[in-house]
């Protein structure tokens, strides 16, 4: 067995990329690499012979850290302040994380020391726009992620464009860019998949496959589909991911008379995620700001053949040319959108070579073994430790069959509840979202799960604003930007 070594991040069934990305890793590597795992809160252990879970760091022991810019990264955050290790940033942007961590912790004063110290008044500012809920459109001046990289003996990151935002904020860092990997998708039959979840064989499908925030541009791509919808009305737009059942969307959707050409499927599982990219023509993963990040979900659609449309900046602007469909982020965004799904629609051929491109540029630059050859190097020049190869490239099996996709989910249904509850002015406010909660979670109302339901009461409680700043509430009943406890006290307001 290889020499130990130690892992922070979080894992499943937690509802971030980074913590499949661990999933990835593990079964790629288990029985030949030695890993002890501290795990986050939330994760669950899975069943590895040679990958264990531990509570204790050890300083003496080569350690990777995974940091992201989300709740998911508590113990992550601590580690990486603590000891010198391997950090990974899956985001250089991490200001909105530990604002919300430093508040939530009673460290305010470190948050204004830390922006004050890294970028001066301009930092204060932003530090205070933030805090009124103002959208930060330079939020990428603002990172946050420099106290990381100064203590890390290595730090980690997916793309040449993180790298070089990284050292244009700490010249003398020592960064280190590590292919990301992903288990090789199996390609499912799209008539098969389309037979599955009952969409008509005839129709022009275009699918987003990830979680919805504004900087995935879903306005761009509504606008787009409109045109086309006005030139041939048998297009369809699927929207699977975190967010993409939200009632304002839901609501915009509505106002631009798509309802008949959309269908929002929130969260759903891995399973469905595969059919439902397995059954498009067509994938749009637009992202614009970036915060550094290098998606999953895009390496999958591009893995799984699919020809994809992304934004022409940040490291979706690194892929080769023909490998992702490159969209100009300008005035002509949602005219270049429009035209080039008209293509993909109109031209078979062009669909086929975009999606051939694709997945020969992930199996050759961002297999597993890719991934695995990067960390053996990073470790070799932190550590001087030698682990071993990964000798095979990992692909996916097909996933099983599911029930059609009509009956999967009823979109919006967690939502209209939360608003109802908040509308009440309850005096046992949160006995009442556990009873809501538990009640869906019965009823099997909250998303597709073969294995159960998916933790309805947290997105229940997300529903539900905080009455000292108006942020979101977490699971446990704290705010997740200022800590502050659910208060039982006076009336609920919703301020989305």
Sequence with gaps: MSQKIQWVGPAPPLRTGIAAYSADFFRAVDGSWNIDVMLEKGSVSGNYDSIRTTNTLDPDVPTIIHIGNSEFHDRAYSAAHEISAVVVLHDVVLHHARAARMLRLGQSREYWRELQREYGAAGVDAGRALLAGRDLHDVEAFPLCESFVRNARVAVVHSEYAAQSILSRVPDANVRVVP???????QIPRSEARNVLGISPSSFVIASVTHVNPNKRLPVVLRALRR???RDSDVMLILAGTGTDDDALSVEIRMMGLQDNVRQLGYVDDTLARLVAASADACVNLRYPT???TSASLLRLLGAGLPVLVSDAGTSGELPDGVGLKIPVDDFEVEMVTEVLWELAA??????????????FIVSHHSMVNEVDGYR?????????????LEEIPYEISPPLVANLEHVRRPGIVAFVADAISGLGLSDLDAAVELAGTAIAELRLDGYDARGPVRPRERLMARIACRKCGGMMSADGNCRACGNSLDTRGPVVDLR
């Design 180 to 186: 990301m990997g992903i288990p090789i998708p199996a």
């Design 228 to 230: 086309l919808v006005a």
């Design 291 to 293: 915060t550094g990040e």
């Design 347 to 360: 031209n078979c051929d062009f669909r086929t070579e975009a999606g051939k491109a694709a997945r020969d």
């Design 377 to 389: 190097a990073v470790l070799r020049e932190a550590y001087e430790i030698y682990l071993p190869l």
